[in-house]
């Protein structure tokens, strides 16, 4: 295979550019050209692509967000969208393609192995950690420290205040990003879409807070644990403390990439690579117990996404 391209698709995650760069100077080092294509799979149904360079590549492995944008496409969905994206690539002698995104682009890049040919790898990129085949995804370490910092400096505030505040943080059917966080932070609360909220059991883990003088603390919420507006209205109907609320939202989604997201995208664009080059397709790559694997789209698709119990417990008990 002498030429290949290479899109970010569905929501940025920090990493996304460390990957890009990774496939760049990988495909350069076995003298295969890159293409980038723009904003994702409606980019390449539309041939809104260019020729890559090292140059192009250079000092974009420290930012956020990601170099070629990033776009949902309806289009792509269908068996005609496809076909046209697939007439793009034969126009320029493309016969692999790197996708770096989540679930949704995944089984985009799967149907497109299987209905055009076109040899596709994917490459595990989205901050909500939730993809079952593999440890971690590119981005996830970033947004949970940038989740982080928010509640650090919240805390001090409300401590100077003695108030309460329910943080909202992304993760609508997943809550890595929330457990995560939250245990790092001290949170006195972590609500998560996998555990059932129950209201006499925060306002009791409150209460006994404040029993002993503690009248400020962290409630840190998973988007798609429950509403917002619903966590603080029970919250203040049981308890005597006062309340706060803020929503992190897309200030998670940006920012300049940990150094573990940077090895992460790094190691996983590399092997990318190494497989379009070995002509296979159909296949995404991760990362187990600190190794590089990769394996059939459709199979790592049907992993579940594996819920931390054990962390979940173990936050509870230090919240105590």
Partial sequence: MKR??????????PGMNAAIRAVVRTAKYHDIEVYGVERGYAGLIEGDMRLLSRHDVSDTIQRGGTILRTARSTEFTTEEG???AAEQLS????EGLVVIGG?????GANAFYHECGIKTVGVPGTIDNDLGYTDR??????AVNTALAAINNLRDTMSSHDRVVIVE???RHCGAIALHAGLAGGAEVI???????????IAEVLDRGEAVGKRSGIVVLAEGAAPLAEVERELKARTSLSFRTTVLGYIQRGGSPTMEDRVLAS????RAVELLKDDVGGVVVGVRGGKVVDLPIEEALAIPVRFEAELYEEAKILSL
């Fill in 4 to 13: 290949i391209a290479v899109l970010t698709s569905g929501g940025d995650a």
């Fill in 82 to 84: 496809r076909e046209k």
């Fill in 91 to 94: 126009a320029k002698g493309i």
């Fill in 103 to 107: 679930d949704g682009s995944f089984r």
């Fill in 137 to 142: 995804t590119i981005g996830f370490d970033t």
């Fill in 169 to 171: 943080v992304m993760g």
């Fill in 191 to 201: 609500l998560v879409p996998e555990r059932k909220v129950d209201y006499d059991e």
């Fill in 267 to 270: 190691r996983l664009g590399i």
